[in-house]
């Protein structure tokens, strides 16, 4: 049948020619026409939300847009009204729509379904590649370098006080101090975070055993505050957290108990234990990723980048940080930088008593997506290379998860 | 005699249009209360803000669709609870009525989309939400009807079991472990969502018709259910006086189970309504306060079917409104709801003049002379 072979063939190459279409860049975007749609799941009055915030604005300063080319929605909560949102963005005749929390990467893929010419950005997600969309894109920053560091500030405190005798009553009969972490959700981010500030502190004070309490919230002031107080009860006589409120920071205070936060600064809540945070920026990946539109250039599937562009950071030292913290810092990060140190370095801890030698296989968490993590020279497990979300979801040796789902 | 300077007293009867004219005026001065409010706050041209109020709410097509759909839900939660109060049950339990109907729908999305023929699951989904809600709404019934416990305390403990069930089901069935969310159900094959592409040319692509249609139905239903049936005076007569209705021979602890049913069974349909018919996904801020809010349109309805339908559209109206205010004008999201509060303030204190008029001393005199 040379007929419907013909139709066939004719039927392949149009088809063939309109994925081609698809798949190539978008044309480029008059700088005066971008339109960008942003959905927070917060407002000002929430960090995390705040931190988007702020990286909005810097982009839409650095690229000269102005404030009707970009429309923000807020306190959008994790259901179908982040959808709502994110089609009426589309609606709107933005090119670009950014969403900040993990909840709404469903309902942003079904948007992104419907609207094949519009780029749908979503933060902390892990869908985008898997998803089978070309516009559909996930974003996060390399915050583990910057819970590293905290954790090398921590450690300097730490190594500071047990000098000085302060922690002999602590010490457990290993000879270990305890702290506490104060999570939000036991999964990969989290987990990743509190290993990242672990090993920077025990880079610094080996010595040191972690706790770790999940509230299953991500900004939950009075839950987090009973929950550090808890820990410091326990005998943690340093908390830090992955959770969006200062409520662990106000009863480190309280509880004169040394803290390391998380997102924004909280030496105002805890102006005399507050040792420092660890902090995202989110400017450079907002301007980057407009910047793509307009030269008509594609948006990375998966975006992770750290320090060395300027994408995380800690906040300002508090003032009873050990001496030659600062000088210290600075070190660190240009070892960061320079990829000579690599946070999570393989030979630095163990799982169950053995050191991690592969990812690849098949009793690994959902995460790994059975991929290898590890490097090829088996020295470090490349956190958010592979995929922007981090994946690094072991508990490692030396921190106990007081309890466990949320 | 020294006479008050104004006096209350009570309208025998008021016009319709007299009614009508009384509510227009409170709604036309609370604008203006809220135009100094805004302006106050914000130096922007009030007219502008409400105009971003209207255009948040039904600027679009789908802005539009969004706003039916909410309402029809909220309208749908307002039927439900009516009954039962009417009866002076006091049924708080609407939340974890829909939750408990939310929670079955997305059982039956999960563990039979794939497997049922759509017409079964269907009928599944809808069958089992509606017994969902009735078992959640009879158990505080039954010991209301035989040991005349507080409703209101037990219904209230009910929402909290369910939400603690909700959350439960969200660790259960979370999308990554961990992460406690569920994320959309059956994102890939659609299965068990409500569609409603078949009525695309007729209301366009992105539509909540049916929805619409039911609870629309559910409506009418609710209007000639209280007003013409037997059942309808029945639970009119037990919420008036319990003793009377036994006089009058109604068995009022039946008369309690089956009105208490119904409700239930309406909020657990509702939850079925939300579950496969938007959000696609079940947490435990599905019910999102609606059980509650419905609470205040039933009463603010005076139990009238018609009017819940306005009164839930003009809530559902400014809350999504409010978003777009919130985005356009950088207006925390509070300043909206304070706008609703002043007008909501403003239509209840009207029908204080409905009820009520007031008489002043002088015209008196003018009536005494006459």
């Known amino acids: 049948m040379k007929f419907s072979k013909m139709l066939l063939t004719a039927a392949l190459s149009a088809s063939m020619t309109a994925g081609m279409a698809f798949a190539a860049a978008a044309d480029p975007v008059d700088t005066a026409?971008?339109?960008?749609?942003?959905?927070?799941?917060?407002?000002?009055?929430?960090?995390?939300?705040k931190a988007h915030m702020d990286g909005i604005a810097a982009m839409k300063e650095s690229l000269g847009l102005s404030d009707d080319q970009v429309i923000e929605k807020f306190n959008i909560p994790e259901d179908e009204s982040c959808y709502d949102a994110a089609v009426d963005l589309a609606d709107q005749g933005c090119q670009v729509i950014f969403a900040n929390s993990f909840g709404h990467e469903d309902y942003m893929i079904q948007a992104a379904e419907e609207?094949?010419?519009?780029?749908?950005?979503?933060?902390?997600?892990?869908?985008?590649?898997?998803?089978?969309?070309?516009?559909?894109h996930n974003y996060f920053d390399a915050v583990y370098e910057s819970r590293y560091v905290s954790g090398v500030v921590a450690g300097l405190k730490l190594a500071e006080l047990d000098k000085a005798g302060e922690l002999d009553s602590c010490k457990d009969a290993d000879g270990n101090v305890k702290i506490g972490y104060v999570g939000a959700y036991s999964y990969a981010e989290v987990i990743s975070g509190y290993t990242a500030f672990f090993l920077g502190l025990?880079?610094?004070?080996?010595?040191?055993?972690?706790?770790?309490?999940?509230?299953?919230?991500?900004?939950?002031?009075?839950?987090?505050?009973?929950?550090?107080?808890?820990?410091?009860?326990?005998?943690?006589?340093?908390?830090?957290?992955?959770?969006?409120?200062?409520?662990?920071?106000?009863?480190?205070?309280?509880?004169?108990?040394?803290?390391?936060?998380?997102?924004?600064?909280?030496?105002?809540?805890?102006?005399?234990?507050?040792?420092?945070?660890?902090?995202?920026?989110?400017?450079?990946?907002?301007?980057?990723?407009?910047?793509?539109?307009?030269?008509?250039?594609?948006?990375?599937?998966?975006?992770?980048?750290?320090?060395?562009?300027?994408?995380?950071?800690?906040?300002?030292?508090?003032?009873?940080?050990?001496?030659?913290?600062?000088?210290k810092v600075d070190e660190v990060w240009d070892k960061i930088d320079s990829g000579e140190l690599h946070v999570f370095d393989t030979s630095t801890f163990t799982v169950g008593g053995k050191k991690m030698t592969t990812t690849a296989g098949d009793d690994l968490a959902d995460t790994y997506h059975n991929v290898e993590y590890i490097s090829d020279d088996g020295t470090y497990f490349q956190e958010s290379t592979l995929a922007s979300a981090p994946a690094f979801d072991t508990v490692i040796d030396g921190i106990t998860e007081l309890n466990q789902v949320f | 005699m020294k006479e008050p300077w104004v006096r209350v007293v009570k309208r025998d009867e008021i016009s319709l249009a007299r009614k009508i004219w009384v509510r227009v005026a409170a709604i036309l001065i609370s604008l203006l209360v809220c135009a100094f409010f805004i302006y106050a706050v914000t130096r922007s041209d009030p007219a502008d803000v409400y105009r971003s109020l209207v255009d948040g709410a039904v600027g679009s097509s789908r802005r539009s669709w969004s706003t039916i759909r909410d309402t029809m839900i909220l309208l749908a939660v307002s039927l439900a609870v009516t009954p039962a109060f009417k009866m002076r049950f006091w049924n708080i339990g609407g939340e974890g009525q829909i939750l408990a109907g939310g929670i079955i729908t997305a059982a039956f999305m999960r563990y039979c989309g794939d497997s049922m023929p759509t017409p079964l699951l269907f009928l599944c989904m809808i069958v089992s939400s509606c017994l969902a809600g009735l078992i959640w709404a009879v158990i505080p019934g039954i010991f209301k009807a035989h040991w005349n416990t507080n409703e209101t305390l037990f219904t209230l403990m009910m929402n909290y079991i369910a939400i603690q069930i909700t959350a439960f089901f969200s660790i259960v069935w979370e999308a990554k472990k961990g992460s406690g969310t569920i994320g959309i159900i059956n994102q890939k094959t659609k299965s068990g969502w409500i569609s409603t592409s078949f009525l695309s040319g007729l209301f366009g692509k992105f539509n909540y018709s049916l929805n619409l249609i039911i609870v629309l139905a559910l409506m009418i239903f609710m209007y000639i259910y209280l007003k013409y049936t037997k059942h309808g005076y029945e639970i009119a007569i037990v919420g008036e006086s319990e003793n009377t209705a036994r006089y009058a021979g109604i068995n009022v602890k039946k008369v309690i189970l089956r009105t208490v049913a119904l409700s239930g069974a309406i909020c657990g349909f509702t939850g079925f309504l939300l579950v496969s018919g938007s959000s696609h996904t079940i947490s435990t801020s599905t019910a999102g306060g609606r059980g509650f809010t419905a609470i205040i349109v039933s009463?603010?309805?005076?139990?009238?079917?018609?009017?819940?339908?306005?009164?839930?559209?003009?809530?559902?109206?400014?809350?999504?409104?409010?978003?777009?205010?919130?985005?356009?004008?950088?207006?925390?999201?509070?300043?909206s709801e304070v706008i609703e509060g002043i007008i909501l303030f403003f239509i209840i204190g009207s029908e204080f003049f409905v009820n009520y008029k007031l008489v002043f001393s002088h015209s008196n005199k003018k009536e005494e002379a006459a």
């Open chain 2, 299 to 335: 009463w603010l309805s005076k139990f009238n079917p018609f009017m819940m339908l306005l009164i839930s559209f003009f809530l559902v109206f400014m809350g999504n409104g409010a978003t777009q205010i919130a985005s356009e004008f950088k207006l925390n999201e509070s300043a």
């Open chain 1, 202 to 327: 025990r880079s610094e004070y080996p010595n040191a055993v972690m706790e770790v309490q999940y509230t299953g919230s991500w900004a939950d002031q009075a839950l987090e505050k009973e929950t550090a107080t808890a820990l410091i009860n326990d005998g943690c006589v340093l908390i830090s957290q992955h959770a969006d409120t200062t409520g662990a920071a106000s009863a480190c205070e309280e509880g004169k108990t040394w803290h390391v936060g998380y997102n924004v600064g909280m030496l105002d809540v805890a102006p005399d234990y507050s040792l420092t945070s660890a902090s995202i920026s989110w400017g450079p990946y907002y301007t980057e990723a407009v910047q793509d539109i307009i030269n008509g250039d594609e948006i990375p599937v998966d975006w992770c980048k750290g320090h060395a562009d300027g994408a995380v950071m800690i906040t300002d030292l508090g003032k009873n940080v050990a001496e030659g913290t600062q000088e």
């Open chain 1, 115 to 136: 609207y094949p010419d519009v780029q749908f950005c979503h933060a902390t997600g892990y869908q985008a590649a898997s998803s089978g969309l070309d516009n559909m």
């Open chain 1, 33 to 49: 026409d971008v339109k960008v749609g942003v959905i927070y799941v917060g407002d000002e009055q929430e960090g995390y939300s």
